[in-house]
């Protein structure tokens, strides 16, 4: 079981299960395009979430072997979660139907921080690959940083879209409680005294 779970590939369809599930129901015609904003958008930001809470949950309890498992899937992770936004911005334009109607609501809040979230996350996926990592050397870091952004941009979206915090600030508690306790350590944990004073 162990041996099949480390392969990619099972790794990848596990990924792709709900949006299995989703697409399904949309094709039999049992889900519309409107339905389909939601759980896309979700799963977009459920898997930012978790590939971004693996470093500071590492940090905050140390090594382990489920934690080291899904660090070095975190990139797999944060590529799905850009596919699933790509799947969001799909079914956002099917239900649109026509560029007039998506023009003329762009300069809305909940609009223009999906879209910039969507370009922001753009970089981040073209480069979350090993040739990219050797290209870019030292700087592949500060374009997969870009992360940051992407997540406040996506939590803004998700505020103004449905007009309501409890569902966004669910999800990305575990995240920001993660970051408060890191900040909490590094301002509060015992300085090492020199030796000789």
């Known amino acids: ?3 099949i779970l480390n392969k990619k590939t099972v790794f990848w369809l596990l990924l792709s299960i709900p949006a299995v599930l989703m697409l399904s ?3 039999r015609g049992t889900i519309d395009s409107m339905d389909m904003l939601h759980p896309t958008g979700e799963w977009s930001a459920r898997l930012m979430i978790i590939a971004m809470m693996l470093g500071p949950l590492a940090a905050v309890i140390g090594p382990r072997p489920w ?3 899904l660090l070095f899937r975190r990139r797999a992770l944060g590529v799905g979660a850009f596919a699933y936004a790509v799947l969001h911005l799909i079914f956002y334009m099917v239900d ?5 109607d998506m023009l003329a609501e762009w300069t809305m809040p909940g609009i223009w921080t999906g879209w910039a979230a969507m370009l922001v996350f753009v970089p981040i996926a073209l480069t979350s690959n090993d040739a990219a990592m050797r ?6 870091k500060s374009v997969q940083r870009l992360v940051y952004a992407a997540a406040l941009l996506t939590l803004l979206h998700w505020f103004w ?4 915090y409890q569902a966004a600030i669910i999800h990305f508690a575990p995240l920001i409680l993660l970051w408060v306790v ?7 944990s015992p300085k090492v005294q020199s030796k000789g004073i």
């Open 1 to 3: 079981m162990r041996t």
């Open 25 to 27: 129901g949309y094709w």
């Open 135 to 140: 290209a870019l050397k030292a700087n592949w």
């Open 67 to 69: 934690l080291k498992w």
């Open 96 to 100: 649109m139907g026509n560029l007039d």
């Open 182 to 188: 890191i900040f909490a350590k590094s301002v509060f």
């Open 161 to 164: 879209v449905h007009n309501s």
